[in-house]
Each structure stands twice: as C-alpha cells, then as structure tokens.
C-alpha cells in the first residue's frame, strides 16, 4: 500500500490545486457560480473516494475526472448548457481600447465554444487552457488516445467554421 496516500497528502493536494480546479470548473461551466457549485460537488466526491486515488496518474488527472464526471452528471440532470465564461485579467498596462477588445475576443470565443459538443468541449479545454497532454487527457476522459485526436481535430474544425465570420482571411 505504498502508493496509496494518507488524509493530510490528499488535503495538502487538494488546497495546492483549487484555485486551478475553480479555473478548470469556470471555463467548464462557463459560469462562476455554476463553477462554485461543480467544485463543491467534486470536493465531496473526493473526500468521500479520495482512498482510490493510487498515483498511478497525476492528481489534477485524477481530481479533474472527477469533476468532469461531476459535470456530466450535472448536465444529464439539467439539460442545460451554459454559456463558457473566460475570466479577464485586468492589465495595467493596456490602454482601455486593448482592455475592450481582448475582453470582447474572450467572450465571444467562451461563447463559441460552449456551443460545441460536451465531449469537444472537454477534449478542447484539456488541450488548450488546461495544457495536458494527450495521454493526460485520454485518462482524465477514460478514451484513448486516438479518440483525443480526432476529437481534438474535429473541434478545432468547428469552431473554425463557427468563427470563420469573425476571422479575417489574409490574401
């Protein structure tokens, strides 16, 4: 039983990884308190499993299935999607034009891709906000590799196509 931890490690990971996993939950949910509320649950679900947790992949692995399962269960319990919130830091240094802009690019692109695909969703966040791996996010997701590719592929395509009206093309 060496690899499995004791109640304080889990604790100490849990408290190094929550700010990350409200982040994680945000873009997710695309929205504060529903991000607020999807944490909460999964916090539960941890405590109440956190003897599984074996090291036989990272934490934030681990801890981000369970929230993904925890959102799943969620959207099967609501059958609403809501719109995808990027949080945007206030820069100093930006004029407030800049601000407006970056602020407006953000919603619209969190918007577009709380339109996608559950599945899509979650292979695409993964991938780009959250940088894992592939073969992290084949285990957060429990597919395999070749499904996060495509998947992946597949999600990129379509929020191109969604957002071609936004893109300008250069000749």
């Keep these: 039983m060496a690899n499995q931890l004791d109640r304080d490690e889990i604790d100490q990971l849990i408290c190094s990884h929550l ?6 939950a945000i873009k997710l949910t695309g929205r504060p308190d529903s991000a607020e509320e999807l944490l909460q649950d ?11 947790f074996r090291r036989e ?7 981000y299935q369970i929230m993904i399962n925890t959102y799943r269960d969620q959207i099967t319990r609501n059958r609403t999607s809501q719109p995808l919130d990027e949080d945007v830091k206030d820069k100093k240094s930006e004029d407030p034009l ?41 285990e957060t997701l429990s597919i395999t590799e070749e499904n996060v590719y495509s998947t992946l592929h597949i999600a990129r395509s379509r929020l191109k196509e969604i957002l071609k009206t936004y893109l300008s093309e250069k000749e």
Excluded: C, G, M, N
């Design 42 to 52: 999964s916090l539960v679900k941890v405590s109440r499993s956190w003897k599984s």
């Design 19 to 24: 700010s990350d996993a409200l982040r994680f």
């Design 98 to 138: 800049t601000k407006l802009i970056y602020k407006e690019t953000h919603e619209l692109l969190a918007e577009k891709i709380s339109t996608l695909p559950v599945k899509q969703r979650e292979v695409l966040i993964l991938s780009v906000y959250e940088k894992f791996t592939v073969k992290e996010i084949s």
């Design 57 to 63: 992949s990272r934490f934030q692995t681990w801890f």
